[in-house]
């Protein structure tokens, strides 16, 4: 079955510093999807992206969807705490229009 | 985006007994899912809740275990059965908004013993 893979699995980074996630899927997407969860939260939906090779921004985060449409990344610029959370990106798997969670990346801000 | 919530938030249960889920939308969903997510971990889909026909479950997951009901198009409810330790999870209903994004509820955080 499809399988959606992120690394890293954990990234701790000091306040002011950048971070990548990078989603990686077994097969082609439609589009890609990116949530984020709050520790003890549930995930809330950021953004998704349909194009090949589609860029967009939100204020200090950039999603990018790759051009064979199979891998996709986040970039946050100048991380701040309440960037504290875990980041899965997730694409459609088959029928129902369900979709496929990535293993996420657990990000630790450190003021 | 639909706003979506759930009842219990949490509950400690024997093992043995019986939860059920509910998850109300704010608004009419063609589409809503019930995960698992166990701590640190990802969310793995239980099932599909279909409106006026039976939940199409994902591999690993049966019926007899986790009942659904999908009375309408704003409502659905879950049910661990027959609990162990095991089904100690978070259990997340989610509607499907526009191009198959999905919104979630707050989850139940549930505790066997």
């Known amino acids: 079955g499809q399988q959606v893979m992120q690394i890293p699995q954990y990234q701790h980074v000091q306040e002011g510093e950048d971070f990548t996630t990078y989603c990686n899927s077994s097969t082609t997407l439609s589009n890609i999807q990116w949530y984020k969860q709050r520790p003890g939260g549930h995930p809330v939906f950021l953004i998704q992206?349909?194009?090949?090779?589609e860029v967009k921004k939100q204020k200090r985060l950039t999603f990018q969807f790759g051009e064979a449409k199979k891998n996709s990344s986040l970039h946050i610029t100048a991380t701040q705490t309440t960037d504290v959370g875990t980041y899965f990106c997730?694409?459609?798997?088959?029928?129902?229009?369900?979709?496929?969670f990535g293993t996420g990346t657990k990000l630790q801000v450190i003021p | 985006s639909a706003v979506i919530s759930q009842k219990p938030s949490r509950d400690i249960c024997q093992r043995g007994t019986s939860l059920t889920i509910q998850c109300q939308v704010d608004s009419q969903v063609t589409m809503m899912f019930w995960y698992r997510q166990q701590p640190g971990q990802s969310l793995t889909l239980i099932a599909t809740?279909?409106?006026?026909?039976?939940?199409?479950?994902e591999s690993g997951f049966v019926i007899d275990k986790f009942p659904i009901s999908r009375p309408n198009l704003t409502f659905s409810t879950l049910t661990v059965s027959n609990m162990s330790p095991e089904d100690s999870s978070i259990y997340l209903c989610?509607?499907?908004?526009?191009?198959?994004?999905?919104?979630f509820g707050p989850g139940t955080r549930l505790l066997v013993l």
């Open positions: 809740a279909n409106q006026g026909s039976e939940a199409t479950y």
């Open positions: 989610s509607a499907q908004g526009a191009g198959e994004t999905q919104y």
């Open positions: 992206l349909v194009k090949s090779g």
């Open positions: 997730a694409g459609p798997s088959g029928g129902y229009q369900k979709v496929t």
